[in-house]
């Protein structure tokens, strides 16, 4: 079929204007007469799926969404039409991907009000099928006995991130970032042969920073100081405040002699621990986190080490998130986590809550690598 640019241009407008008046198989045949002669543009098929939609052609409108994404492969209204067609057809796996790719299409883009109401309703429709596909898993999870309280704790992680309800986090230093590391939040104390001892000094640990506390916490400084030499990279609230503190043990490879004096029981126990004792290494500190203080999400410098919280003083309504898991500092049991992971704490009680901290070596850096590691951070490479 031959049409001028102009009967095209007649043909647009008059289906645009059966379109509004309700009239959409007049709208689709208008449309399909220009689509026909395979000048049709992005736009052109688009008006032909929704011309085909209200005429309740669900095969022509796919065909139509069909031919619009070869045009425009990010088309975001293109991909929700496509999954309205996959829903249809009893495709809901087709169609929650295509409401995905439309909810991600449309991030961080401004929309109009009419767009954004459709992505609204796909984020929504998404939601829907996800519940769906869920309460079917279980089914088979249970026909096969595998119910939740059964499951190992990383395959109902997946399931977890699988459904939404957690998010994928990763290892983001701030400084250095050290290949084919495993990207795991929490370690477990059971794998670390030296944790034991240390956890059995605990009350010896307490007995001799509950002295230094009573006394007004001397020693203590604002954990984050600004540095006039630096620039600023964050907006942390606790930055030069008290709330915050830390009394130094060893502060970046640097011992306290006073503290290690009064605190004897703490360096013998922190001596069976593999610190890295390199150019800026290790750190150990108690922690003091005030009432009512938080620490805003987070991630450390680099990931060639672990840091491992002893807690000492803990009172209620203490937490600490890693990742996408939150977990109760228990006095006398370990945490060991990956600090290059996102993390956060707070205290929303009424008491200051202490901390031992300090940093190992990742357990799976080998001998010459920690060898490499220590060159590296003597140099110039990490001072800046």
Same mark, same amino acid.
């Given at each position: 079929?031959?049409?001028? !640019?102009?009967?095209?241009? +007649? &043909?647009?407008?008059?289906? $645009? ?23 049709? *543009? ?11 939609? %209200? ?14 994404? +070869? &045009? ?21 796996? %087709?169609?929650? @991907? ?60 997946? &399931? ?9 986090? $990763?290892?983001?230093? @701030? ?26 000094? @605990?009350?010896?640990?307490? #007995? ?17 100081? #600004? ?8 907006? *942390? ?10 009394? /130094? ?7 306290? =002699? ?17 610190? =890295? ?19 805003? =999400?987070?991630?450390?410098?680099? !990931?060639?080490?672990? $840091? ?7 009172? =209620? ?6 990742? *996408?898991? $939150? ?9 060991? /986590? ?16 202490? &901390? ?29």
């Amino acid at each position: 079929m031959q049409l001028t !640019n102009q009967d095209a241009e +007649k &043909l647009i407008r008059a289906g $645009v204007d059966a379109l509004q008046q309700g009239r959409a198989a007049d709208a689709r045949d208008r449309f399909a007469q220009v689509t026909a002669t395979g000048r049709a *543009n992005a736009q052109g098929w688009l008006l032909l799926a929704a011309a085909c939609h %209200g005429a309740g052609d669900i095969t022509g409108q796919e065909a139509a969404v069909d031919q619009l994404l +070869k &045009l425009e492969p990010r088309a975001i209204r293109g991909h929700i039409m496509k999954a309205d067609c996959r829903a249809a057809a009893g495709d809901d796996i %087709g169609a929650l @991907t295509f409401y995905t790719s439309a909810l991600l299409a449309a991030k961080d883009e401004r929309l109009p009000g009419d767009l954004a109401a459709e992505v609204q309703r796909a984020d929504n429709a998404a939601v829907t099928l996800k519940a769906r596909f869920e309460v079917e898993r279980e089914a088979l999870f249970a026909a096969r006995g595998l119910p939740a309280a059964t499951r190992s704790p990383r395959f109902q992680q997946s &399931l977890d991130i699988l459904a939404g309800r957690k998010r994928v986090f $990763v290892q983001e230093p @701030t400084g250095y970032y050290f290949p084919g590391l495993p990207q795991i939040q929490y370690f477990d104390p059971a794998d670390f042969a030296w944790a034991p001892a240390i956890e059995a000094a @605990t009350d010896a640990i307490r #007995a001799e920073i509950a002295p230094i506390l009573a006394a007004g916490a001397g020693g203590f400084r604002p954990y984050i100081q #600004a540095d006039p030499n630096r620039p600023r990279l964050d907006d *942390n609230q606790l930055a030069d405040s008290k709330d915050w503190s830390a009394l /130094f043990v060893v502060e970046n490879g640097r011992e306290s =002699p006073d503290v290690i004096a009064r605190c004897p029981a703490t360096w013998a126990a922190l001596q069976g621990a593999p610190m =890295p004792r390199i150019a800026n290494s290790p750190t150990a500190m108690f922690s003091l986190l005030r009432p009512g203080a938080r620490i805003t =999400p987070h991630t450390g410098t680099h !990931n060639t080490r672990l $840091v491992c919280h002893l807690p000492l003083i803990v009172p =209620p309504n203490c937490r600490f998130r890693v990742g *996408n898991e $939150v977990r109760d500092w228990e006095e006398g049991k370990l945490l060991i /986590f990956d600090d290059t992971i996102e993390h956060e704490a707070w205290n929303d009680s009424n008491e200051d809550r202490i &901390l031992l901290i300090f940093d190992i070596w990742r357990p799976e850096l080998s001998d010459q690598e920690q060898r490499e590691i220590d060159a590296l951070f003597s140099g110039p490479t990490m001072s800046a």
